[in-house]
């Protein structure tokens, strides 16, 4: 049995149906723009996750355009710095890989000098990335959150125009879809019941 909260919420019902349609799909058109104020409804969902100490931790970048490729050569620059060779799959792969959509996110967090607020600032914006792949599903985008390169990234939080200190959490793809992609298997949540 569920209380309904306010007639103006989803039901119960519409919220499954938003988080278990929504996928991980690059299968988007990358050349049909997504509207800026639809982008701002959807940032703005991000400051909504809930945030221990509200540190208010989040820093994003809305990359289009000519800033796609921008983007890809400081990652494909930083992933060369910290050793890895001009020819190594990787950083050919990043030189072009965010021009896949029209539109990136890179979102961070702010760092905190203790070691549980660090953790929990990266956690909140973690919620708020999900927060914001619900926005774009219940938008009609498709969306793909990624993880930036594994290694120190000065060049990309440079383009990106964020302080050196922040923590990248994700890089999220979003579009309008040209396909669906398959649903992945999920085994059921093992819940332990302590009474
Ligand atoms: C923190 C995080 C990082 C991810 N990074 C990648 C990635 O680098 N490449 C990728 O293909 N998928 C990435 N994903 C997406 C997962 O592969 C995807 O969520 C999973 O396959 C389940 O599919 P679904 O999101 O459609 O349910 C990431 C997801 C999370 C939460």
Known sequence: MTETLAPS???LDQVEALVTSRRTSLLCDPDRPVPDELVDRLVELIRWA???KR???WRVAVVTGEGRARLGEA???DLEASGRPADDPKVV????KYLRAPLVLVVGAAPHDNELLDAENRYAVAAGIE????GA???GLASFWASPPVCPRPRALAVCGFPADTELVGVVYLG???GEPPVPERPPIETNRVT
């Open 9 to 11: 919420l989803p039901s």
């Open 50 to 52: 809930p945030n221990h």
């Open 55 to 57: 540190t208010w931790p």
């Open 75 to 77: 990652f494909a620059a």
């Open 93 to 96: 792969k990043n030189r072009t």
């Open 131 to 134: 927060n914001l792949l619900l």
């Open 137 to 139: 599903r219940a938008a």
């Open 176 to 178: 309008w879809p040209i």
